[in-house]
């Protein structure tokens, strides 16, 4: 099946400071997702983002899919963007969605 | 916005109930997901469902059943809980048909076997 891989497996920021997240992937995808799971456990999606580059404040996203790659770049971290950062894919239409094993990030003041 | 209701948000069962675990999307969603997150394992994919009475096995299928009788719900069967059944569980739903459709999560159960 496919592998998803993320890296790096855990960050430690200071506040202000960024950073880029980076996920590969072994074989083509529908789509892939990125999400944020605070330290209550909620998982919250940040970006949708199978081709590409979008930006969300100072969250931003690219997504390589001939190369099988996308990253996550987060820009003057903050202590709220602790937490596990996790990508996404969907392998083709109506079909599973799958889960890299996350990047946990700690944003320390 | 779009709301996922997990109906418990802890649960503790003894080994070899059943137990139900129950999801509702509000959004009308063909996709609907169950997952479970385990420490060092990350979410791995229970069963899904993309139309009423449709399911298919994810990567861990054992142990478990689902029901999806309504598009609005999705409910995880444990049919005799066992200790290795502990963790928690993560319901979600999409409309991956859709261009720009983000999957959407419950708050999750975290269930306890003892």
């Known amino acids: 099946g496919i592998q998803v891989e993320q890296s790096p497996p855990d960050l430690i920021l200071q506040e202000g400071a960024n950073s880029t997240l980076r996920c590969n992937f072994s074989?083509?995808?529908?789509?892939l997702q990125w999400f944020h799971q605070n330290p209550w456990g909620q998982l919250i999606n940040l970006f949708y983002i199978p081709s590409g580059t979008k930006q969300n404040g100072r969250l931003s996203a690219t997504t390589v899919a001939t190369e099988r790659y996308s990253l996550l770049y987060i820009s003057s971290s903050q202590t709220t963007d602790s937490g596990v950062y996790f990508c996404?894919?969907?392998?083709?239409?109506?079909?599973?969605?799958?889960f890299g094993p996350g990047t946990s990030l700690s944003v320390i003041p | 916005d779009v709301k996922v209701t997990q109906s418990s948000r802890y649960l503790v069962k003894r080994t070899g109930e059943k137990v139900f675990l129950e999801c509702v999307q509000d959004m009308d969603h063909e996709n609907m997901f169950w997952y479970r997150q385990d420490p060092g394992l990350g979410l791995r994919l229970i069963y899904f469902s993309y139309d009423v009475k449709m399911k298919e096995k994810g990567d861990i299928p054992e142990g478990y059943s689902v029901s999806r009788e309504k598009k609005e719900r999705f409910s995880l069967i444990l049919e005799s809980a066992s200790t290795n059944q502990t963790s928690m569980y993560l319901c979600?739903?999409?409309?991956?048909?859709?261009?720009?459709?983000?999957?959407?999560f419950g708050n999750g159960t975290r269930l306890t076997v003892t």
């Open positions: 996404a894919v969907e392998l083709t239409s109506y079909d599973k969605v799958i």
């Open positions: 979600a739903s999409g409309e991956l048909s859709s261009y720009n459709s983000p999957l959407h």
């Open positions: 074989d083509s995808v529908n789509n």
